[in-house]
């Protein structure tokens, strides 16, 4: 039973233009959620993050929205560049104890950027 | 500041041998965590250690173990090797409150043959 999906194996988008990663959570337990970035044969990168108790978080060309009552997270990248093409994973876990938890991933969505 | 560590790179081991990878947190993160990559899958998590002690850990047989040393790094121990162990081992560390992110090493190759 997957709690974290990425529905999107893959997406394709135009340099210089949005790119829109979705996640979806069944767990109504998690109170954290951060995106990674993975190239392959190396460990992932971490973007951005964001709590519970916020719905949208910004750094840079990175944001996260999160919709609790959908259960539901996405990262925007504005504006797209050929550099962020990599697989996007999507984690979740709930706090525990002072301590994230360990992070349940999504699949991961490979996003192309083409020039 | 130093990155997270894992070593070896590479580690190449045969059906029924016991395979030991090694990981280095970020320099005040105490807890470490363990994750597998295995080919065309998700990452799947393993085990967890804060402050010596394991946390948690996940849907994986016991032979799989570690431990976190007092300087907080830490070992995976994987016992009977089986051809399906083959993967790549991520750790992680996460130095708590007020900042939850988990830093991943670049990981270590096992390929059971």
């Known amino acids: 039973d997957q709690q974290v999906k990425q529905n999107s194996p893959s997406l394709s988008v135009q340099e210089g233009r949005i790119s829109i990663l979705n996640c979806d959570y069944t767990n109504s337990m998690f109170d954290y959620f951060l995106w990674y970035k993975k190239y392959p044969a190396e460990g992932p990168t971490f973007l951005i993050s964001i709590s519970s108790i916020k719905d949208k978080n910004e750094d840079g060309r990175f944001t996260v929205f999160l919709n609790k009552s959908a259960k539901h997270l996405s990262l925007h990248i504005v504006p797209s560049q050929p550099g962020d093409s990599a697989v996007y994973f999507c984690?979740?876990?709930?706090?525990?104890?002072?301590?994230?938890?360990?992070?349940?991933f999504g699949k991961g969505t490979k996003l192309s950027v083409k020039p | 500041e130093a990155g997270v560590t894992q070593s070896p790179t590479h580690l190449i081991k045969t059906r029924g041998q016991q395979a030991t990878l090694r990981c280095s947190p970020i320099s005040g993160h105490t807890s470490v965590y363990w994750y597998q990559q295995a080919l065309g899958l998700g990452l799947q998590f393993l085990l967890w250690?804060?402050?010596?002690?394991?946390?948690n850990r996940g849907n994986f047989p016991p032979r799989f173990s570690g431990r976190q040393f007092p300087n907080y790094s830490s070992e995976l121990n994987v016992n009977a090797l089986e051809l399906e162990d083959s993967a790549l081992y991520l750790c992680a560390g996460e130095g708590g409150q007020p900042s939850y992110e988990q830093y991943f090493g670049p990981g270590t190759r096992l390929t059971v043959t």
């Open positions: 250690y804060d402050e010596g002690e394991e946390r």
């Open positions: 984690a979740a876990s709930a706090v525990d104890g002072g301590s994230q938890g360990n992070l349940i």
